[in-house]
């Protein structure tokens, strides 16, 4: 079989293991070569000769590094695009069952857009209709509450989650579910009451020690909330996990590792994944010079992972098929009144809306976000196509496309980093073994 080499490798010398590292970004493997295999990549590169052994010539095939030579590549990333685009058997639904907030951070996106009600009784039982009509075909219904506020509205979080729960188990679809809160009102009982709900993950935001955070996220009237939710935090970490959100820009950069020291501390660091979050103006309600470039946060990122000793595992550079839940076919968003959009971004803008839920012949009156949305070959992307690391972010986020903002994935700006740390930390879990490669395939 005549060979070429992927368009998607990364090839880098891993001088401190007297190796090399390879990298595809389309499969998602990576492996070390030792210097014996090294001179045979190095000659196929130069010659076009494949004289491999026959073992790794096998791998090289098997990881990706090597394809047919009539293999186009650019066919097999739209081909699985496609594929999780318009994969039917999920539902995802991020519902907001009130627009309220009682805080006023500095940079949220939903500033003038805040509600004041809960999601009301129609609209209750309609995002229900909905969802059991759109759970036709589906094996698995992913969940997420957002809002505004979804905590001031458990009540209906409580409402909606029990009777699809119960829906699931009568059509045998897999249910899962997570919530994005400010944690203010996240308590021990409230925890609990979310555990039996099915939720599986909670989302905090804590922006660094008491003095930092308290600037950024504060209550309507002003007040303090750092010790309130650091104390949520404390006594419900060992319920659900908690993604740990630390928003960093230029004011709050510098104090990011402290938050962490005071986790550390308080022994909830086992059940607490922290990470950096990136703050950008959307909407122009925060000052972009206070924000940082894709770049600059790329390596602070990993500087923060690593700083920290928190596991790589979760920034390891795994290839995609569609971007997120905005351009998926059966991935929606419904607010407090029943609107539906694609993108959490664009919440409670109703021209953005497709339509709502409490239309008595049809939710969708307007196309255009759909097709925005959807109807994006990013293969056919000048701006994309012919870049390594497509594979990994398949054009990146889709509300920063259709808004033109920067959308490309933060890793590319660092990626031998992330690939050498990570292979680092590979080959010290297996530093005990006799073989020469580390393959791990990471589809």
Request: net charge neutral; proline share 2%; with cysteine.
């Amino acid at each position: 079989m005549e060979a070429k080499e992927s368009i998607y490798n990364f090839f880098y010398e891993f001088e401190q293991y007297d190796a090399a590292i390879l990298y595809n970004s389309r499969t998602g493997a990576l492996s070390k070569l030792e210097n014996k295999f090294i001179k045979q990549w190095k000659n196929f590169l130069e010659t076009g000769v494949a004289q491999f052994d026959e073992d790794f010539l096998s791998d090289l095939f098997k990881c990706g590094y090597l394809v047919p030579k009539n293999v186009d590549e650019l066919f097999l990333l739209k081909t699985k695009l496609m594929e999780e685009r318009y994969n039917r058997r999920r539902l995802y639904l991020t519902i907001a069952p009130t627009m309220a907030c009682n805080f006023r951070c500095v940079y949220c996106f939903e500033q003038g857009l805040y509600g004041k009600q809960c999601m009301g009784e129609e609209t209750i039982e309609n995002v229900l209709k909905f969802a059991e009509t759109q759970l036709e075909g589906v094996d698995q219904l992913v969940v997420s509450w957002f809002g505004g506020e979804p905590l001031l509205a458990l009540s209906v979080i409580e409402r909606i989650a029990s009777k699809l729960i119960e829906i699931c188990k009568e059509k045998s679809i897999q249910y899962s579910s997570s919530i994005v809160t400010n944690g203010y009102l996240y308590d021990y009982s409230v925890a609990t009451k979310l555990k039996e709900l099915k939720v599986n993950r909670v989302q905090i935001t804590l922006d660094g020690p008491e003095e930092i955070h308290d600037k950024r996220r504060y209550l309507i009237n002003g007040g303090k909330t750092f010790g309130v939710i650091l104390d949520n935090i404390v006594n419900t970490c060992k319920i659900i996990p908690i993604s740990l959100r630390i928003n960093v820009d230029e004011d709050s950069i510098d104090t990011v590792n402290q938050i962490m020291d005071i986790l550390r501390k308080k022994g909830t660091l086992k059940y607490v994944t922290p990470y950096l979050g990136y703050v950008q103006s959307y909407g122009g309600v925060y000052a972009k010079d206070k924000c940082f470039s894709a770049e600059e946060y790329s390596k602070l990122n990993l500087n923060f992972w690593k700083v920290n000793n928190v596991p790589l595992q979760t920034l390891y550079p795994v290839p995609k098929g569609n971007y997120c839940l905005a351009d998926h076919c059966k991935g929606w968003v419904i607010d407090d009144t029943g609107y539906v959009y694609k993108c959490w971004n664009e919440i409670g803008i109703k021209s953005r809306s497709i339509g709502n839920v409490n239309n008595k012949i049809s939710f969708i009156e307007n196309t255009k976000p759909l097709q925005q949305y959807l109807d994006y070959d990013v293969v056919g992307d000048s701006e994309c196509k012919n870049c390594k690391v497509l594979p990994v972010c398949m054009g990146g986020c889709t509300y920063n496309r259709v808004s033109g903002l920067v959308r490309c994935e933060q890793r590319r700006y660092n990626l031998e980093s992330y690939i050498k740390d990570y292979a680092a930390l590979l080959l010290n879990y297996s530093s005990t073994s006799e073989k020469n490669e580390v393959c791990e395939n990471s589809k």
